[in-house]
């Protein structure tokens, strides 16, 4: 994997000193979508401060949010710190450059060709908005003239997106891991994607309004697996006639409605969608499983619990003593067991390396 770091020294390679944006060259990457969860109320100001006062770029962002906030104090926040105009999306609305588009809580952000779609799609890794769904909507219909950013947050958003985005073409940054509050998901992307650029986000600004610039890869044909998940997202309802064209059944089901869930392969990545077009990356899917375990782990117990206080309440006859003594002692054995291993089992995270 070839990783680029820029730092400060570099960015006069990136800008021509003495020569305005406006009068640059053709703009050849247009689409800048930047994605963000946990610490994204730090990261995300200091990008957008940093870029020029007109970017000849449209920027479009997804924050993870709680699905019941209204999102005005970030947006308030973002506002007072971005050069650019800040405002969350509208549906239909036509994309310009040198604007913010953010995406509105508990709202999916995709894009079309010349317009923003907002949509109430189903959840991606248990995401709405999710980066993923607003990656893939843009490299499907702007192929190599995107510009994909991963900053900081929890488990790997964003993966499968950013991997479309460089098969498209487009070019792929993320903030430096040592430099992202929580790390998670820049490294998820390093870790899958020959990501091009990892900078810190006090540069980000700077790079990115110099890369829009960059000369663009040669148009390839998208493949048909982007296009077909983009399609998933910006029709809202699905079909399991969509969903399992050239994807295989996995036994599986999915954790937030129990379908059946399909193989999507996207050669870098693979993503995991059910009819109702829910879709997870492995290590969400693994960590979403894991919960399910526990919860029902949880639910035995209590069940239990429950069922040893009834036959120590209800009066039998006297000639049943001996098989209720026994029936409690073998309840108490298993709410024993469970209790342990539910104390044992820590929180369901992915194994390490080192506890391979």
Not at 35 to 44: I, N, P, T
Not at 86 to 101: G, L, Q, T
Not at 220 to 230: F, G, P
């Amino acid at each position: 994997m070839r990783l680029f770091y820029y730092s400060s020294r570099y960015t006069h390679c990136i800008i021509p000193q003495g020569v305005k944006q406006s009068n640059m060259a053709e703009v050849t990457h247009p689409i800048i979508v930047i994605g963000s969860s946990a610490g994204g109320w730090e990261a995300l100001p200091i990008v957008l401060e940093n870029f020029p006062e007109y970017l000849a770029a449209s920027v479009f962002v997804v924050q993870h949010f709680p699905s019941d906030t209204m999102g005005t104090a970030f947006l308030n926040h973002l506002s007072a710190h971005s050069v650019l105009p800040c405002a969350f999306a509208v549906d239909n609305e036509p994309i310009r450059p040198s604007r913010v588009y953010v995406a509105p809580p508990d709202f999916h952000l995709l894009l079309t060709k010349d317009r923003v779609r907002i949509t109430k799609g189903p959840r991606e890794n248990s995401f709405r908005p999710a980066i993923d769904t607003m990656f893939r909507s843009a490299a499907a219909h702007h192929h190599s003239g995107v510009i994909g950013v991963i900053l900081t947050g929890v488990r790997d958003d964003g993966v499968e997106g950013m991997a479309a985005i460089a098969r498209s073409g487009g070019i792929t940054m993320v903030q430096d891991p040592a430099n992202a509050p929580y790390p998670d998901m820049p490294q998820a992307a390093i870790k899958h994607i020959d990501v091009n650029y990892i900078t810190r986000t006090v540069e980000m600004g700077l790079v990115l309004s110099g890369l829009i610039y960059q000369p663009a890869k040669s148009k390839e044909a998208i493949s048909e697996d982007i296009l077909k998940e983009a399609a998933i997202a910006e029709r809202v309802l699905t079909s399991l006639d969509i969903v399992e064209q050239g994807a295989k059944g996995t036994g599986f089901t999915c954790p937030m409605c129990g379908g059946v869930l399909w193989d999507i392969d996207h050669g870098i990545t693979h993503s995991y969608r059910c009819a109702a077009g829910h879709a997870f990356t492995w290590e969400n899917l693994y960590q979403l499983k894991a919960t399910e375990v526990e919860e029902a782990m949880w639910a035995s117990l209590r069940l239990m619990e429950e069922q040893k206080r009834m036959l120590l309440k209800f009066p039998l006859l006297p000639r049943e003593s001996n098989s209720l003594q026994r029936r409690v002692e073998e309840l108490e054995q298993y709410v024993q067991t469970l209790r342990a291993m539910l104390l044992k089992s820590g929180d369901g995270r992915l194994p390490e390396e080192h506890d391979v």
